[in-house]
């Protein structure tokens, strides 16, 4: 499934560990790089997209801005406490001053729920502007 992120698709940002109500999570999957969700400062960070049913993932984009340490977790379950590590950072693919577009490519794994944490960033802020899968 192309771009099975987007909301559009049915995916939803089901958890989130900060929030700013200018920069709402939902931004994350509107499928545009130009608006996005910021956190509040303090490292980690984390948010959880679910997808409306189990979704093979190969490649997945990530556009964000700041961010230096960060972690993809799955789980097939609905019970979100069981995650299992699938990457961690991906490759960054482009860099001008501090946006980053991070690629895990063939990542060959099937979820219906992704963790995103941020372990650290440049700066006591960072922004995730869209995702792809």
């Given at each position: 499934?192309?771009?099975?992120?987007?909301?559009?698709?049915?995916?939803?940002?089901?958890?989130?560990?900060?929030?700013?109500?200018?920069?709402?999570?939902?931004?994350?999957?509107?499928?545009s790089?130009?608006?996005?969700?910021?956190?509040?400062?303090?490292?980690?960070?984390?948010?959880?997209?679910r997808?409306?049913?189990?979704t093979?993932?190969?490649?997945?984009?990530?556009?964000?801005?700041?961010i230096k340490g960060?972690?993809?977790?799955?789980?097939?379950?609905?019970?979100t406490?069981?995650?299992?590590n699938?990457?961690?950072?991906?490759?960054l693919?482009?860099e001008?001053?501090?946006?980053?577009?991070?690629?895990?490519?063939?990542?060959?794994?099937?979820?219906?729920?992704?963790?995103?944490?941020?372990t650290?960033?440049?700066?006591?802020?960072?922004?995730?502007?869209?995702?792809?899968?």
């Amino acid at each position: 499934m192309t771009e099975s992120s987007l909301s559009s698709s049915g995916a939803k940002v089901v958890l989130v560990s900060s929030s700013d109500e200018n920069h709402p999570p939902e931004n994350i999957l509107d499928g545009s790089t130009k608006s996005f969700w910021i956190s509040t400062g303090m490292f980690p960070q984390e948010f959880i997209i679910r997808f409306p049913h189990a979704t093979k993932i190969s490649v997945l984009t990530i556009h964000s801005y700041n961010i230096k340490g960060l972690k993809l977790e799955k789980c097939m379950t609905e019970d979100t406490e069981k995650f299992e590590n699938v990457a961690e950072k991906g490759r960054l693919i482009y860099e001008n001053t501090k946006y980053f577009l991070f690629v895990c490519p063939q990542l060959n794994t099937t979820a219906t729920h992704l963790r995103f944490i941020i372990t650290s960033g440049y700066d006591h802020f960072v922004s995730v502007h869209s995702i792809t899968v």
